[in-house]
């Protein structure tokens, strides 16, 4: 179901953290969810002025996954 789904939802930009402990990988990392952030913030301010939003491919709907 749709509940499952977003309880499972693991946001694109979220990363085990673990995995990365170098410095360019974790500067390409915050860099990217810099990027996220900005068009998050760009579609949010779009949609104050529809008025059906849309929030489909805002990035903290977009599962981090290859199924999306």
Do not use: H, Q, W
């Given at each position: 179901?749709i509940?499952?789904?977003?309880?499972s939802?693991?946001?694109?930009?979220?990363f085990?953290?673990e995995?990365y402990?170098e410095?360019?990988?974790?500067?390409?990392?915050?860099?990217?969810?810099?990027?996220?952030?900005?068009?998050?913030?760009?579609?949010e301010?779009r949609?104050?002025?529809?008025?059906?939003?849309?929030?489909?491919l805002?990035?903290?709907?977009?599962?981090?996954?290859?199924?999306?």
């Amino acid at each position: 179901t749709i509940c499952d789904y977003m309880l499972s939802l693991v946001p694109l930009g979220v990363f085990p953290e673990e995995l990365y402990d170098e410095e360019v990988p974790c500067t390409l990392i915050e860099e990217f969810r810099k990027d996220l952030r900005e068009l998050t913030d760009d579609i949010e301010e779009r949609n104050k002025k529809l008025e059906l939003p849309y929030t489909y491919l805002d990035p903290k709907n977009v599962d981090n996954s290859v199924a999306i």
